[in-house]
């Protein structure tokens, strides 16, 4: 089965300094890959997708990706972390053998910024 | 854009009453969604529908059911509010399969008492 695994539900760093969340997935066949960013007390909000092109994904907000196939890898990063990223990051996997109506999500990953 | 919106932000509702979840999207989307979401286990797929009258069962059905008359519009019904369905809940719409991505509503958070 398709799974998501979010290292870290609960990430700290400082104002102007580089975020890392981690996500890995497992997938039989080549997955599309997904992070969203939730604000408080509102629904997701698509980042960036990796769908089978380029292996670094640029998304909203200077957040970026990089699909490593080897390391069954999708890590979401940002150079310069600012007061505004504070959120909540989720990553999705969906394709292969779950079908691709549905999406597999981590448990999250909560962002702190600190000034 | 795309729109999904969800008819309530915040419903307190006594235990044992049958609750309804409207949602309704706003771009012809075939495939509908909804999720509850919950601290530390994230997003858990209740039921999703990828065609009118069409339903299919996610991870944890049980104690819900949905309905989908009409393409826009995918509704949660809680046959029997239980405490244990305190959560916040999100419907998602998408079209097509795999790449496309979901657009979500702006969840309800639910309170049973």
């Known amino acids: 089965a398709q799974s998501v695994t979010q290292l870290g539900s609960h990430v700290s760093v400082s104002e102007g300094a580089l975020v890392l969340l981690r996500c890995n997935y497992s997938?039989?066949?080549?997955?599309?890959l997904f992070w969203y960013v939730q604000y408080p007390n509102q629904g997701l909000q698509l980042l960036l997708k990796?769908?089978?092109?380029?292996?670094l994904v640029k998304g909203i907000n200077g957040f970026e990706a990089e699909f490593k196939k080897s390391e069954t890898s999708f890590h979401l990063t940002k150079p310069s972390a600012h007061m505004s990223d504070a959120a909540e990051y989720f990553c999705?996997?969906?394709?292969?053998?779950?079908?691709?109506?549905?999406?597999?999500f981590g448990t999250g990953t909560r962002l702190k910024v600190l000034a | 854009d795309v729109k999904v919106t969800q008819s309530s932000r915040y419903l307190v509702k006594r235990t044992g009453e049958k609750v309804f979840l409207e949602c309704v999207q706003d771009?012809?989307?075939?495939?509908m969604f909804w999720y509850r979401q919950d601290p530390g286990l994230g997003l858990r797929l209740i039921y999703f529908?990828?065609?009118?009258?069409?339903?299919e069962k996610g991870d944890i059905p049980e104690g819900y059911s949905v309905s989908r008359e009409k393409k826009e519009r995918f509704s949660l019904i809680l046959e029997s509010a239980s405490t244990n369905q305190t959560s916040m809940y999100l419907c998602?719409?998408?079209?097509?399969?795999?790449?496309?991505?979901?657009?979500f509503g702006s969840g309800t958070r639910l309170t049973v008492v």
């Open positions: 998602a719409s998408s079209s097509g399969t795999g790449g496309y991505g979901y657009t």
């Open positions: 997938s039989s066949v080549p997955p599309y």
């Open positions: 990796y769908t089978s092109a380029a292996t």
């Open positions: 999705a996997v969906t394709g292969g053998t779950s079908g691709t109506y549905k999406y597999i």
């Open positions: 771009m012809d989307h075939e495939n």
């Open positions: 529908s990828y065609d009118v009258k069409m339903k």
